[in-house]
């Protein structure tokens, strides 16, 4: 654990976590997550609170049902990446619950299938390429 403490960047993409690995909330120094492509049921917005210096978080095309509203209260988040399997349906309160945190203080990007929660002053659609294709390399 002592050696991963400057870690800034992990890429767990691919990986099929069922659960959020509990060893990234003690990497404190952490500013990007890519926990893409799992399958991934739930996240621990308090834990993640912790994180003061994670403003990137991808969990596209895991298992989430919702996404906690809690996760607003993560002031240094400034991008979060969703798209869901299969969209939420059927469970009114967990939409409604969704609904309520994308109209927190986050720019909501729609068009397509991936449902991009940007705050301001986040990684733009014009330099994702370009940061993945870094973590890419950093692997």
């Known amino acids: 654990m002592e050696a991963l403490t400057k870690l800034q960047v992990i890429n767990l993409s691919f990986n099929r976590f069922k659960v959020f690995p509990s060893v990234l909330y003690r990497i404190l120094a952490l500013e990007t997550i890519l926990l893409s492509n799992n399958q991934v049921g739930s996240i621990d917005p308090l834990q993640l609170k912790k994180m003061e210096k994670l403003g990137t978080l991808d969990l596209q095309n895991n298992d989430l049902l919702q996404v906690p509203p809690e996760l607003g209260n993560c002031e240094t988040l400034r991008r979060v990446d969703v798209e869901w399997k299969q969209q939420p349906s059927g469970n009114k309160a967990a939409e409604e619950q969704t609904r309520s945190w994308a109209a927190g203080?986050?720019?909501?990007?729609?068009?397509?299938?991936?449902r991009s929660h940007q705050q301001h002053g986040g990684i733009g659609p014009n330099t994702d390429h370009e940061f993945l294709q870094t973590c890419c390399e950093m692997r």
Request: without cysteine; glycine residues 10%.
């Open 105 to 114: 203080p986050w720019d909501l990007d729609t068009s397509g299938p991936v």
